[in-house]
């Protein structure tokens, strides 16, 4: 009676692949993207830049990552943002589809290496507009389902935006970095939100950890690399970064 149930279920609410349009019979009924195109997603492999996770430069020091601030170590991305990963970021980014971001947190679990014990997942925050427009953070989303396949903890409004910035898309890799200058700041129901210029480095444990950025796509890493500055300016020692996707730059490869 429960098959017939399920499979009455599965008639009147065919659950099917978002990329591929396959159907999900059990026990993948909950997916939103297929096993099939997961394994399409083209893993980001070695050789990169041990910074940034970049593919190397033919010649000379990294150019991508030498801006960063010295706390930012390492950038990792599990899938190249093509095909299918590209149209999967879309529906959570502009769908409303949020589940989906549990099936990409699996696959950055199964292919990026996890962060050291009592490592701290910090989402990076929207600006409210667009938020509230959204309904949801998508980078809240990977970091909640990331911490909970990692075993890490999170802290969801560390990070705060402090004005809207325009869609990062149409930008080369120098207006993006003009784009977020200054767009972050710490927050903690100990102090408050924090002036860059006079961080009290004790006063808050959780500087103290070490500390991973979350985002959906990693395109320049200027998003990261501003995000870090403000964890580093309040005090923090050690951030690492973690995408899903990771866009080619021509200007980079
Ligand atoms: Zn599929
Ligand atoms: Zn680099």
Redesign the pocket.
């Known amino acids: 009676m429960t098959t017939l149930l399920v499979a009455l279920e599965q008639l009147l609410l065919p659950a099917e ?6 159907l999900l019979g059990p026990p993948f009924a909950d997916d939103l ?2 096993r ?3 394994l399409r997603w083209r893993p980001v492999r070695r050789p990169w830049c041990e910074r940034c996770g970049q593919p190397e430069p033919h010649f000379g020091p990294c150019r991508l990552c030498r801006g960063w601030p010295a706390e930012l170590t390492a950038a990792r991305s599990a899938v190249w943002l093509d095909g ?1 990963a590209r149209r999967t970021v879309h529906a959570l980014k502009y769908e409303g589809l949020a589940r989906v971001g549990l099936d990409m947190a699996a696959v950055v679990a199964k292919l990026v290496e996890r962060p050291p014990p009592g490592a701290v997942l910090v989402p990076i925050p929207l600006g409210t507009k667009r938020q509230s427009r959204r309904g949801y953070n998508q980078s809240v989303i990977l970091a909640t389902a990331l911490a909970r396949l990692w075993g890490l903890t999170n802290r969801l409004e560390l990070l705060v935006r402090t004005r809207d910035t325009p869609t990062q898309t149409a930008l080369t890799p120098a207006a993006r970095l003009a784009n977020v200058a200054g767009a972050f700041r710490v927050q903690s129901a100990e102090w408050g939100v924090q002036n860059r210029s006079a961080a009290p480095h004790s006063a808050l444990p959780i500087l103290h950890s070490p500390l991973v950025l979350v985002d959906d796509v990693f395109t320049t890493g200027a998003t990261l690399a501003e995000a870090a500055r403000a964890l580093a300016a309040a005090g923090c020692q050690s951030i690492l970064a973690v995408t899903f996707g990771r866009a080619s730059i021509p200007d980079f490869n």
């Open positions: 692949c978002l990329v591929c349009h396959r993207v297929c099939v195109c997961r299918g």
